[in-house]
């Protein structure tokens, strides 16, 4: 049965690149698709910096790893390289309540948040993740150091945001 | 947990996912809510429920397994002896994972067992399969993408049709054997637990006016909105099912529900019962003379009553 079960991962994975390459993102915020041809179960995904934050400007380059009974489980999302972010941990995971199935709660992400379902879709998912980068989630950080310091300092948080995408952008 | 200080006879928060708040009989009236809940978990912590070890669906278990389970609550037990009395011989047990609602109802297992074992098999399941492919405008009609219930949909129509058409690969009719193989199987399973939300969701969608009244917070009891509930708590794999749920899905499936209610609620030793009526076509009655799939509730968890 785990055949059939990735056989149709790839069918519904072809599908969502079907469509976001047919329709592209709202306002081109983000492209994404499998880095190979011969791997649809990981993508590579290019966010752009949503506007007035301090992200803009930046190209943000996340990886999707989905696993064999996708969509009944959700997929992995990780910042390479990591980026700051008070829901991102040091390594780049995305720590976000939608890639979060309502038993498994590493965070206490608050109930009424929404959670994984097969109903999701990588556009969805990447659309959350880019507004929580304009407001971060601090009820349920990864990320604490940058948590307190955008509570306790937002000018220094922001500061250093834009270093580190000039930095990405090796400016 | 809830503190155990809350005492019997106060008024129960959340009334509607428990039922306890009614409990009129003198040897459960002493127990307080978060104690009854307590020896719930408790059983159910000793069963291994709460382990992923358990099987998603069991075999045909005798009642005295179900029995054993309740050494020192007499209440209980007496209730059980009064199931088995009523015909109800057997009990399946399912995974206590937040899905054993749709897994084992209506049409996930005990409704294809009961096409099954329909007296004109052809046209029991020539009627679950016209049943099933109305769902499909009803899921589009929600706002639901092809590429996300269609899959499932198919595992499911596949599931039910196997007991008329040997199955392509195999060629093998479903037996029983074979429905508890698919069932135990998580693929499978999933699939056809996550086609059974979607269509939950799209039933409420479809007929906002009858549900929106009753639409609540599982947790908090705040009413909700048609869409952020059946985001959250009907699409949601592992978020467990209530009346409003088993409501919808049985009207989508067309199938008749009796759910048998061992929580404590009511007194004497008859077990409250409550229906959930719709028209079903071609299946056999059961001793109680009744077509419906009959499911054993306790605090949080549904398992399958059989005779």
Same mark, same amino acid.
């Given at each position: 049965?785990?055949?059939?079960?990735?056989?149709?991962?790839?069918?519904?994975?072809?599908?969502?690149?079907?469509?976001?390459?047919?329709?592209?993102?709202?306002?081109?915020?983000?492209?994404?698709?499998?880095?190979?041809? @011969?791997?649809?179960?990981?993508?590579?995904?290019? =966010? !752009?910096?949503?506007?007035?934050?301090?992200? &803009?400007? $930046?190209?943000?380059?996340?990886?999707?790893?989905?696993?064999?009974?996708?969509?009944?489980?959700?997929?992995?999302?990780?910042?390479?390289?990591?980026?700051?972010?008070?829901?991102?941990?040091?390594?780049?995971?995305?720590?976000?309540?939608?890639?979060?199935?309502?038993?498994?709660?590493?965070?206490?992400?608050?109930?009424?948040?929404?959670?994984?379902?097969?109903?999701? @879709?990588?556009?969805?998912?990447?659309?959350?993740? =880019? !507004?929580?980068?304009?407001?971060?989630?601090? &009820?349920? $950080?990864?990320?604490?150091?940058?948590?307190?310091?955008?509570?306790?300092?937002?000018?220094?948080?922001?500061?250093?945001?834009?270093?580190?995408?000039?930095?990405?952008?090796?400016? | 947990?809830?503190?155990?200080?809350?005492?019997?006879?106060?008024?129960?928060?959340?009334?509607?996912?428990?039922?306890?708040?009614?409990?009129?009989?003198?040897?459960?009236?002493?127990?307080?809510?978060?104690?009854?809940?307590?020896?719930?978990?408790?059983?159910?912590?000793?069963?291994?429920?709460?382990?992923?070890?358990?099987?998603?669906?069991?075999?045909?278990?005798?009642?005295?397994?179900?029995?054993?389970?309740?050494?020192?609550?007499?209440?209980?037990?007496?209730?059980?002896?009064?199931?088995?009395?009523?015909?109800?011989?057997?009990?399946?047990?399912?995974?206590?994972?937040?899905?054993?609602?749709?897994?084992?109802?209506?049409?996930?297992?005990?409704?294809?067992?009961?096409?099954?074992?329909?007296?004109?098999?052809?046209?029991?399941?020539?009627?679950?399969?016209?049943?099933?492919?109305?769902?499909?405008?009803?899921?589009?009609?929600?706002?639901?993408?092809?590429?996300?219930?269609?899959?499932?949909?198919?595992?499911?129509?596949?599931?039910?049709?196997?007991?008329?058409?040997?199955?392509?690969?195999?060629?093998?009719?479903?037996?029983?054997?074979?429905?508890?193989?698919?069932?135990?199987?998580?693929?499978?399973?999933?699939?056809?637990?996550?086609?059974?939300?979607?269509?939950?969701?799209?039933?409420?969608?479809?007929?906002?006016?009858?549900?929106?009244?009753?639409?609540?917070?599982?947790?908090?009891?705040?009413?909700?909105?048609?869409?952020?509930?059946?985001?959250?708590?009907?699409?949601?794999?592992?978020?467990?099912?209530?009346?409003?749920?088993?409501?919808?899905?049985?009207?989508?499936?067309?199938?008749?529900?009796?759910?048998?209610?061992?929580?404590?609620?009511?007194?004497?030793?008859?077990?409250?019962?409550?229906?959930?009526?719709?028209?079903?076509?071609?299946?056999?009655?059961?001793?109680?003379?009744?077509?419906?799939?009959?499911?054993?509730?306790?605090?949080?968890?549904?398992?399958?009553?059989?005779?």
């Amino acid at each position: 049965m785990n055949k059939s079960s990735s056989a149709s991962a790839l069918r519904r994975l072809m599908t969502e690149y079907k469509q976001l390459t047919e329709g592209g993102s709202p306002d081109d915020m983000f492209t994404a698709g499998p880095i190979s041809e @011969s791997d649809f179960f990981t993508w590579e995904a290019l =966010i !752009s910096g949503p506007k007035d934050t301090p992200f &803009e400007g $930046g190209i943000f380059v996340a990886k999707l790893t989905f696993p064999s009974d996708y969509p009944l489980s959700p997929f992995k999302m990780k910042f390479e390289p990591p980026i700051l972010h008070p829901n991102v941990y040091a390594d780049g995971n995305v720590c976000i309540s939608i890639l979060h199935t309502p038993g498994d709660d590493p965070t206490h992400y608050e109930a009424a948040s929404e959670r994984w379902s097969p109903v999701q @879709s990588v556009e969805k998912v990447i659309l959350s993740v =880019i !507004s929580m980068l304009a407001e971060p989630n601090l &009820e349920s $950080g990864a990320n604490i150091d940058c948590c307190k310091l955008y509570r306790d300092n937002k000018p220094e948080y922001e500061r250093r945001v834009r270093a580190m995408v000039r930095e990405q952008l090796g400016l | 947990m809830e503190s155990n200080t809350q005492r019997s006879g106060e008024p129960a928060e959340q009334s509607q996912d428990t039922g306890l708040s009614g409990a009129k009989d003198p040897e459960l009236a002493k127990l307080s809510r978060a104690q009854l809940l307590e020896l719930n978990q408790k059983f159910l912590e000793e069963t291994g429920l709460e382990t992923r070890e358990r099987a998603l669906i069991s075999q045909r278990l005798p009642m005295t397994v179900l029995r054993g389970e309740y050494d020192g609550a007499p209440t209980f037990v007496r209730r059980i002896d009064w199931l088995e009395s009523k015909g109800y011989k057997t009990v399946r047990r399912s995974r206590g994972d937040g899905d054993c609602f749709y897994r084992c109802t209506s049409i996930a297992f005990a409704y294809v067992e009961k096409v099954l074992n329909a007296p004109d098999v052809a046209l029991a399941v020539a009627s679950a399969l016209s049943t099933l492919e109305a769902t499909l405008p009803l899921l589009k009609a929600a706002g639901f993408e092809p590429m996300v219930y269609e899959d499932f949909y198919e595992v499911f129509r596949s599931v039910i049709e196997q007991i008329v058409t040997p199955d392509a690969a195999t060629g093998e009719r479903l037996t029983p054997d074979i429905l508890l193989e698919a069932f135990q199987e998580p693929q499978a399973s999933n699939s056809i637990v996550v086609y059974l939300r979607l269509l939950t969701s799209a039933q409420i969608r479809a007929a906002e006016d009858d549900y929106s009244a009753f639409l609540f917070h599982p947790d908090t009891g705040e009413p909700m909105g048609v869409r952020e509930f059946c985001e959250s708590f009907v699409e949601a794999i592992g978020r467990e099912a209530d009346h409003v749920q088993i409501t919808a899905l049985a009207r989508a499936l067309k199938v008749n529900v009796r759910i048998a209610y061992l929580d404590g609620r009511g007194s004497g030793d008859a077990v409250e019962f409550v229906e959930f009526q719709n028209r079903i076509d071609g299946l056999e009655s059961d001793s109680s003379g009744s077509n419906a799939v009959v499911l054993l509730y306790r605090p949080g968890h549904y398992d399958i009553l059989e005779t």
